[in-house]
């Protein structure tokens, strides 16, 4: 089994507190470790809050989905394409470009640009968005090589106006999606009506589109949900039968964008997906099809090779309810505010005695701004710090000054 945390020489027990652990993430002689480094040295030399990212975990997750699709029986058919939506900190972008593990996955013109700064040629780079201004056409029209994946009719019409005879992909809309646990908050398909994508009965139109300004569709484009495990990969699979049906009404597709979406465990009893599984299903949807694939991982790529670094501002019992407030709050670590992804809090020293149930809070003037009821944390009295893992993916890049609190460094490990 292919999993995310497959690298660990000695992996907790799932019903463990410790399920987390990992060769590179781990108490050692109960003081935490994180990338080789001790988490309580990392907190005194960048201070609090402060993003820490592993480069070596990005870049061994991106391996491990290579060897996945590689054992399935994908060879030289297909690219792993790295959501930068999910962290774009310039120096993780440059890394990855140099290990050569991927190309990008780019939603907006000024993601394009950026990427392009970091060393990615415009050829690697697939570009989905919707609701472009008639500026970001203007944008990426500059950019000659690059692969466009049109969202909607409109986008088809005005690419065409722009670059009639050129080659576009389609994103569509296959009207069913796939999360973590059913997570509707994290579907961009499904019963309800998205903006994500061109619907089955909309198709032709968009054919005739672009055969009006000869256009040649050469990629076909779905992303339907976020955060998947083992658990959704049936889901996943009726995903793919739905989206097969647009690649058939076309005559010159060359690539298939099956999007991200693969998930990392949040909580103990999650489990971890299910790598082989996941590549062997594709596969078998596209064996003996002359169809190349892409797949756009920022989730697994990034998420858990990020702690977000927090200074403990308080410790007190309210009501029934011991809190522990930390300097930053949910607008630079939105997840678990925005779609119930909490962010598990780690003591920098587990020290010996017994653990308590703690509500960990942010310092912003909202309701929402709690990252972990009842985490199960030792004595933190004298403590200084504490960690959130799985913070190194849509925390950072969806942060926001929201009450004039959203300061925070960032810093990439080897």
């Not at 030399?45 to 060897?67: D, M, Q």
């Not at 198709?203 to 976020?226: S, V, Y």
């Not at 909490?342 to 310092?363: D, Q, S, Y």
Request: proline share 4%; net charge negative; aromatic share 10%.
């Amino acid at each position: 089994m292919q999993t995310a945390l497959a690298d660990s020489a000695a992996l907790e027990d799932k019903d463990s507190p410790l399920w987390w652990q990992r060769d590179d993430l781990s108490y050692i002689d109960n003081e935490l470790h994180f990338a080789g480094h001790k988490v309580q040295n990392l907190a005194d030399e960048c201070g609090t809050p402060s993003f820490v990212y592993s480069l070596t975990r990005a870049k061994s997750n991106l391996s491990r989905i290579h060897s996945a699709l590689r054992k399935a029986g994908f060879t030289q058919n297909y690219r792993v394409l790295y959501a930068m939506k999910a962290n774009r900190f310039a120096p993780l972008l440059t890394g990855l470009k140099l290990s050569g593990l991927c190309g990008i996955d780019a939603c907006s013109p000024a993601e394009v640009e950026l990427a392009v700064s970091c060393g990615f040629a415009p050829e690697q780079i697939s570009f989905t968005a919707g609701s472009l201004s008639a500026e970001d056409y203007r944008v990426l029209n500059r950019f000659k090589s690059l692969n466009i994946n049109c969202d909607s009719l409109h986008a088809i019409r005005r690419w065409g106006e722009l670059r009639p005879g050129s080659s576009i992909g389609i994103r569509v809309n296959p009207g069913v999606g796939v999360s973590r646990e059913g997570n509707e908050r994290l579907q961009y398909a499904g019963k309800a009506s998205t903006k994500f994508g061109i619907y089955r009965e909309q198709f032709p139109e968009a054919l005739a589109l672009a055969k009006q300004f000869n256009l040649t569709i050469r990629r076909i484009h779905f992303h339907t949900g976020c955060g998947y495990l083992t658990a959704q990969l049936p889901q996943l699979d009726q995903v793919i039968k739905n989206c097969m049906w647009f690649v058939d009404q076309c005559q010159h597709i060359e690539r298939v964008n099956i999007g991200g979406g693969l998930g990392v465990p949040h909580h103990a009893t999650d489990g971890t997906l299910d790598l082989d599984a996941w590549a062997t299903l594709l596969f078998r949807h596209f064996e003996g099809k002359p169809l190349q694939l892409d797949v756009e991982p920022g989730e697994y790529v990034m998420k858990d090779a990020g702690l977000l670094l927090l200074s403990k501002t308080y410790l007190e019992k309210k009501a029934d309810t011991l809190f522990l407030g930390v300097d930053a709050g949910f607008n630079i670590a939105p997840e678990p505010a925005f779609y119930d992804l909490r962010f598990l809090p780690l003591a920098l020293n587990r020290g010996a005695g017994e653990e308590h149930p703690v509500t960990v809070v942010g310092n912003i003037n909202e309701a929402l701004d709690v990252f972990y009821r009842d985490a199960l944390l030792p004595d933190m009295s004298n403590a200084t710090y504490l960690t959130l893992i799985n913070a190194g993916a849509y925390s950072s890049s969806m942060a926001s000054n929201h009450c004039m609190r959203g300061q925070f460094r960032e810093y990439l490990l080897p």
